[in-house]
């Protein structure tokens, strides 16, 4: 992605904004044919890029842009670059992609790899930020406000008109969600953009059983054409699978916590659950020790559990949470980038 001002036609490789001499507002061109100029083989590991031999390959435009991106396949110059989906879409398949400045870019990336949503002016849309605590955005705990503004601007993009836009969340503790919006910065967001942040304990819950489970969602998730799962990562969890137990009543949550594994509950809750895209964001990723480091990442999947899974295999995690040691990585399809490229053992730098 480049940024032309419409005056000088200046070009830029960041997203600064307006035009630093005209103070024009760039416009964002996206690269279509794109060409291998140069290659540089890699051989000797470094800390973030441990897996050798990998390759640099300088990358040119048709409009004669230029930038650098790693690859874990040999290109040569003059071939043509292009990462295009193999086969059919199926609801398995999770795409990734490195988000350098742009969290939009990232975004329209991914959903591109995943297939195109169906929006217009009427879809009805539900977003589930990651909402747990009161802390500021730097210590990656909630969805940070950029990724939940970003999203909304897709969407915008895309033709969905704001009024029908929620954003949802609820408390599973003391904490007030009030009070974990706030200082998330979720709320201005929202407000910025006039959209009614969505208490989901106000809402009414539907119930619905499965097996020995008796489930109470919020009917919210029925009168919606489109349900996002907009999770934050955090490396050791499943952090993607267990945001969407918001939708349940809190009290029917904490019963069956209190008779289940979480493991159980999400296996029975997926039978019986509607279709929801996870758009996950992990550029800051809290460790275990909740130092954050950084990954630069967006993930989207209609399979939460597949994703997470991708994530723990990028991340390195060393002992798979208990969900996911089913999850076979050699069975997921993915998209966009190569988890070889992406590796690093984040838990320890
Ligand atoms: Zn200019």
Known sequence: MFYKCPKCQKVWQHPIGKCPECFLELERRKSEKIRVIGISKVTIPTMFHPKVPYFVLVLEDEKGNKWVQKSVK????????????????????????????DILEGIEKVIEFLGELKIDTQTKILILPTLIAPVHPHFAENTSPQFLESTIKYLEERGAKLENIKVSGQSFDEIPIEASAQKSQLLKVCQGYKIMPLDLAKTNFVKKSEGDFSFEISEEVFNSDLIINLPILKMGKISATENILKFLKKENYLGLKYLYSDEEIIKNLNKIFFRYLTLAEAQSVQKPDQFVAHLGLIFASFNSLNLDRVFAEVSMVKELPKCLKKVKIEDIPIVGRKVEELQYEAEKY
Request: proline share 0%; hydrophobic share 40%.
């Open 74 to 101: 040999e290109c040569k110059i003059g071939d043509e670059f292009h990462v295009t989906r193999k086969g059919n879409v199926t609801l398995e398949v999770v795409a990734i992609w490195r988000i350098k400045y």
